[in-house]
């Protein structure tokens, strides 16, 4: 596609459920980072993919968070039994290279937690 | 470790003014900067980025961004304000020729141009 799509864009949770967020990158694309951002803060890094090896995932913020992209393309965010804190809206993004490429952002999953 | 530093939450400039946005940096080795815009229920938007060479770089909607190696400073910059700046602005660095290394936001400044 044009740009990373991200979805579902909202997704609102029982606690204690499990949810799954999705990310599909720019065609190509080696590297796909995922990050939380709570209202009117900056990103926080949870994990990093480049093709189908994560190779840093030391932002996610407990085990109940797991992301994957097995094929190197498209990638979950699973969050398991999910917490009132986890309430954020959830960025990815891709960038066609390992270094200088900038990255390009999906709109976001704003994921609430009731 | 890398980090990046946003000291001022909030900027207020009247429109048609000069408009600074500070960031300083910390990463081992020479880094990658970068600046991104967000409107409200938006996506981040890349502005300009740094990787090597000029110091002063030019980026979207007539933003430019000045790298100051001695201070590890990237701001932001745009010789006239209009109201349509405002909006959340972010400084991102990653370290120069890492390939494993993740790209960093500071905490964001609010931009609020007053026409």
């Known amino acids: 596609g044009a740009g990373v799509s991200q979805s579902p864009r909202y997704k609102v949770a029982k606690r204690g459920q499990d949810v799954a967020l999705r990310c599909d990158p720019i065609?190509?694309?080696?590297?796909l980072f995922w990050y939380q951002q709570a209202l009117g803060q900056g990103p926080e890094f949870l994990t990093y993919?480049?093709?189908?090896?994560?190779?840093?995932k030391s932002g996610l913020p407990s085990d109940r968070f797991f992301a994957e992209r097995p094929e190197g393309s498209v990638s979950t965010l699973k969050i398991q039994r999910t917490q009132q804190e986890d309430s954020a809206v959830y960025l990815c993004a891709s960038t066609l290279g390992k270094g200088a490429t900038e990255a390009f952002f999906g709109q976001g999953t704003r994921l609430t937690v009731v | 470790a890398q980090s990046v530093a946003q000291p001022e939450d909030q900027v207020n400039v009247a429109e048609g003014n000069p408009l600074t946005v500070k960031c300083t940096y910390s990463?081992?080795?020479?880094?990658?900067l970068f600046w991104y815009v967000q409107y409200p229920n938006r996506g981040l938007q890349f502005l300009l980025k740094y990787i090597t060479g000029d110091n002063l770089v030019k980026g979207s909607y007539g933003f430019e961004a000045e790298f100051n190696k001695s201070q590890t400073s990237f701001h932001l910059k745009k010789p006239s304000a209009l109201v349509s700046d405002s909006a959340l602005y972010f400084c991102?660095?990653?370290?120069?020729?890492?390939?494993?290394?993740?790209?960093?936001f500071g905490s964001g400044t609010r931009l609020s141009i007053r026409p």
């Open positions: 993919f480049q093709n189908e090896a994560q190779l840093d």
């Open positions: 991102a660095v990653r370290a120069l020729y890492s390939s494993a290394s993740k790209i960093i």
């Open positions: 990463v081992s080795g020479n880094p990658y």
């Open positions: 065609s190509g694309h080696v590297s």
